[in-house]
């Protein structure tokens, strides 16, 4: 039995920033929010009336947006505590980096070097040199 | 919100971001008669958007938030970088973006 030879080709992935999973990913990253005002009446008399305010996120942006957690929750931990800490994408490598080492030194995953850390670095250059 | 990224296509993802960034308001009155006789009427205002619009535009969020946090100030006092789309502080856009050193040139 002959069997044609399948080359493996790399693929460009095209579908990377439309998945579902990015979409919700970054839905949550972004947060929602949903509030709606609806009443309905039947021939005349108001019958049903829904209120609905609500705030879907991760717990990354909730926490930074300062929501109220359920009760019980201790916000006290490690976990939380590094929540708090802005964080931005790195735009090369798009991984999460607190903002303050993203801009003022590099990106530790990727070393992308935003422009505030080359002109901080140039004028060190220039600063030595005269 | 403009991405100007060469070679970046409109995804799914960007328009959903887009769409929550701008914020979606559903005003609506239903009424369905039969006859003339007024049998259903459905009055509704529904708003879908993201943190960022509903803050900058007052929108009522749910129990208690606690607004003093950095998220919430960087919401009232940054702006986007027309480059690279990161929030960054007027005054230091003025001067060059932190992020990508995109120049507004002369004001």
Redesign the interface.
């Known amino acids: 039995m002959e069997e044609e030879e399948e080359i493996l080709e790399p693929e460009k992935d095209t579908q990377q920033d439309s998945g579902l999973a990015a979409v919700i990913d970054r839905v949550l990253d972004k947060g929602l929010v949903i509030n709606a005002d609806i009443a309905v009446s039947v021939s005349g008399t108001e019958l049903l009336g829904i209120k609905i305010r609500a705030a879907l996120a991760s717990f990354e942006t909730a926490a930074q947006f300062g929501l109220q957690f359920p009760s019980g929750t201790d916000m006290a931990t490690a976990a939380w505590n590094e929540a708090k800490i802005e964080k931005e994408d790195c735009p090369q490598c798009s991984k999460r980096v607190s903002t303050e080492q993203l801009l003022n030194e590099n990106c530790p995953w990727c070393g992308w070097i935003s422009a505030k850390a080359k002109a901080i670095a140039k004028a060190k250059v220039t600063a030595e040199y005269s | 919100m403009v991405r100007l990224r060469p070679g970046y296509s409109e ?4 328009i ?2 887009r769409m ?2 701008k914020g979606i308001v559903i005003d609506t009155k239903i009424r369905i008669s039969i006859d003339d ?19 900058k535009h007052g ?14 100030r ?1 919401l009232l006092t940054k702006v986007d970088c027309p480059q ?1 789309n ?1 929030m960054v502080a007027r005054e230091e856009l003025e001067e ?7 120049d507004m040139g002369p004001s």
């Not at chain 2, 060059?96 to 995109?102: E, F, M, V």
């Open positions: 995804s799914l993802l960007d959903i971001e929550l960034d006789i007024h049998l259903v009427k459905v009055r509704g205002t529904i708003i879908l958007s993201s943190f960022s619009a509903a803050a929108i009522d969020f749910p129990s208690e938030v606690i607004h003093e946090t950095q998220a919430w960087d690279c990161k060059g973006c932190p992020w990508c050193g995109y």
